[in-house]
Structure formats: structure tokens, C-alpha cells
């Protein structure tokens, strides 16, 4: 069986509401679908790494209330090892409201309690001889910073999901990853750049390491350091019902290319396509496509 790769951030219950537009003020909305559901950035990415064919285990915080308990069940039963899953005593475990309008934006309300995201006490064994790779999100800083410290050292991929976060935060974790991949709006926030070609080029004179830009419905930026040269993969052509989790979806076909020893156009091309064909299903993690489906789409 093929080593685990271990997701490290954030599992929260999402309520997600499919609406047909996105509120312009105060008011009642009544939406068009509805779903409640275990998500956050690196268990979405954990079971998206599943569904990819892969093995994940999730390095995550929960209250020890029964919606802690719901959260590791639900994770668990996509075939995510939870044995890491911490639960806190008195922590409220973390939940958003989210927006989907008909075009497959959001607005997203997340709350995490601050006992969560506290230092932890343990870490799980984090070697090449346990491990394919590490991949964590923004949401955990202290846990995922010790997990991809980890990882260096292990001589396996660390891979950093740069979303929008506190500058401090990134400050702390993007010098310890040896593979950063960033949505657009986080990679302008570290660089000032709005263009994500150039936030890419600015991103891999700071850092040494593999860099990426993922830009949506315009595909993925990054640096092909093999050759010396930036590069661009555009995204397939879909319908968008709802990106939530596409970015997640990414991250985590992302990690997992690494851990088949794909190349890296190969792995780019492989979590573009997984990415956007996440956008044609509503429902955030629950349109995580199959590894099946992902192979078909990019034949075409």
C-alpha cells in the first residue's frame, strides 16, 4: 500500500447554501439547496487525495462536543485515517456559513475557537519511512509549521496551501515549505502583485522552492525551475456551479502527483483538471471528482 500523505489545518462543518445571487445588503434570502457538511481546507484535500486514489491521514483540531465527533465521522467514512484528528477539551469545534451564487462564487463565515489552534502537545511521526508527503493549509499555524519543518528534514514534500491569512502567518510558514502553491488573491497579498504571472515570477525570487499561482477560471502559474521558465497551464473549459473547495481540491492532487513521482507538468495538468471539475458539482468537498473521472477529462 502506498504511503499516507498527511493533511495538517483545518475540519469544520459547513452549511453551504446554493443562492441566486450573492446578498447586495441586509435582508432575507431563501436559497435554492442546502447542505451541511464535515469540510475545511486539509480534510478536503485529505479526501480528495482518497477519491484520487491516494492515502491521507488528517492532522486537525475539533471540540470534544458532538459536532467534533460528527466531523471525524464524516471525514473518516471517505476512507481518511482521523487516528491524529486532536479533540480539545471546552473547545467549540469550528464551523462556517457559506453563499454559493449561480455563478459558483462565495462568501464564506468561518469560526475556529482559539483553543483549537493552540501548540500541540504531540505530533504524529512525520519520516520518509511513515510518509509520502505533507501538505497544510493556513488555518493551524503552529501545527502545520512543525509539520512541514518535519517534513524538510524527512527529505519529503512540504507543501504549503498559501491562502489569505494573517501576515505573520505566512510569514512563518511559506520560508518552511519546499513546494508553495497560492490562490491569486493570497499570492497578491504577499507580493503586491495583482497580475498572477507576475506574482509568481516575484514569489520565486523570494523563496527556494517550487512556486505556483492558481488563478481560477484562468488555470495555474508557475515556475518550471528544472528548465529555468515560467509557465502557464489553462483550466479545461467547465460549467461552473460552485468553486468552494476547488483550490482544495488542487492542493490536494497536487500533493499527491508529487507522492507518484509524476512530473511536474504532469502534476500541474492533473490538480488544474481535478480542480475545475470540482467547480461543475455544488455541495464544496462533495464534488471532489475520482481519479476515473479525472484521467477521462484530461484525454479529451
Known amino acids: 500500500m502506498a504511503l499516507p500523505i498527511l493533511c495538517v489545518g483545518a475540519l469544520t462543518l459547513d452549511t453551504i447554501f446554493s443562492v441566486a445571487e450573492l446578498p447586495p445588503g441586509p435582508g432575507k434570502f431563501i436559497p435554492q ?7 475545511g481546507m486539509a480534510s478536503t484535500a485529505a479526501t480528495a487525495i482518497v477519491r484520487l486514489g491516494g492515502t491521507a491521514a488528517l492532522w486537525a483540531s475539533v471540540g470534544t462536543d458532538a459536532t467534533g465527533k460528527r466531523l471525524i465521522s464524516e471525514i473518516a467514512a471517505e476512507g481518511v485515517d482521523c487516528a491524529a484528528v486532536r479533540q480539545v477539551e471546552d473547545a467549540r469545534s469550528a464551523f462556517a456559513t457559506i453563499l454559493v451564487d449561480q455563478s459558483g462564487e462565495r462568501i464564506i463565515v468561518p469560526y475556529y475557537d482559539g483553543k483549537l489552534l493552540e501548540e500541540p502537545n504531540a505530533s504524529p511521526t512525520i519520516s520518509s519511512e511513515k510518509l509520502a508527503a505533507v501538505m497544510v493549509d493556513v488555518r493551524w499555524p503552529k501545527a502545520a509549521a512543525r509539520a512541514l ?14 491562502d489569505v491569512a494573517r501576515p505573520e502567518t505566512l510569514d512563518l510558514l511559506l520560508p518552511l515549505a519546499t513546494h508553495i502553491v497560492a490562490s491569486d488573491v493570497a499570492a497578491q497579498q504577499i507580493t503586491g502583485e495583482a497580475r498572477p504571472a507576475t506574482a509568481v515570477e516575484r514569489l520565486a ?6 512556486v505556483a499561482v492558481t488563478a481560477g477560471g484562468d488555470g495555474v502559474y508557475w515556475f518550471d525551475a528544472k528548465n529555468g521558465v515560467f509557465r502557464h497551464c489553462p483550466a479545461p473549459k467547465v460549467v461552473v456551479r460552485d468553486t468552494l ?10 500533493a499527491l502527483g508529487l507522492a507518484e513521482g509524476m512530473p511536474m507538468d504532469r502534476i500541474v495538468a492533473f490538480a488544474t483538471t481535478a480542480a475545475a471539475m470540482k467547480c461543475e458539482v455544488f455541495g464544496g468537498r462533495l464534488g471532489a ?3 476515473a473521472e479525472v484521467e477521462v477529462r484530461m484525454q479529451k
Open 245 to 254: 473547495a476547488a483550490g482544495d481540491v488542487f492542493h490536494g492532487a497536487f
Open 149 to 162: 519543518a518535519a517534513a524538510r528534514s524527512a527529505g519529503i514534500p512540504a507543501v504549503l496551501d498559501a
Open 289 to 291: 471528482p475520482s481519479r
Open 205 to 210: 525570487e523570494r523563496y527556494e522552492s517550487f
Open 33 to 39: 439547496a442546502a447542505v451541511e457538511i464535515a469540510a
